[in-house]
Nanobody, 125 residues
Framework: VQLQASGGGSVRAGGSLRLSCVAS????????VGWFRQAPGKEREFVAV????????YYADSVKGRFTISRDNAKATVYLQMISLKPEDTAIYYC???????????????????WGQGTQVTVSS
């Protein structure tokens, strides 16, 4: 599976962005898909995941209520709608996909098999 992320940019605090990630080369509907981010000098961290069945979504506490993950299996695309952005949201955002990720591992980088190239999000105060 190849993942291509897009939609990053520079916004002021309080602004919004929508990230997209298009998958190719696999059966998208069979994957759990998620978003991670990595700020300079920090480790990559979980942001959100959309499970492959049941429509279940989970979020990091830091983005809950501000970010919304969604997916369109027909378009093999996962989205991350971000509102009320804060300077601390500044990071490179990565989409990721994995199969048969157990619930206890869904926030872990190593649980995902495929990664997009990342898209930069910069939020200024």
């Amino acid at each position: 599976v190849q993942l291509q992320a897009s939609g990053g940019g520079s916004v002021r605090a309080g602004g919004s962005l929508r990230l997209s990630c298009v998958a190719s080369g696999g059966t998208f509907s069979t994957y759990d898909v998620g978003w991670f981010r990595q700020a300079p000098g920090k480790e990559r961290e979980f942001v959100a995941v959309f499970r492959r069945s049941g429509g279940y979504t989970y979020y990091a506490d830091s983005v809950k209520g501000r970010f919304t993950i969604s997916r369109d299996n027909a378009k093999a695309t996962v989205y991350l709608q971000m509102i009320s952005l804060k300077p601390e949201d500044t990071a490179i955002y990565y989409c990721a996909a994995g199969r048969r990720i157990i619930l206890s591992m869904q926030r872990e980088v190593e649980a995902y098999d495929y990664w997009g190239q990342g898209t930069q999000v910069t939020v200024s105060s």
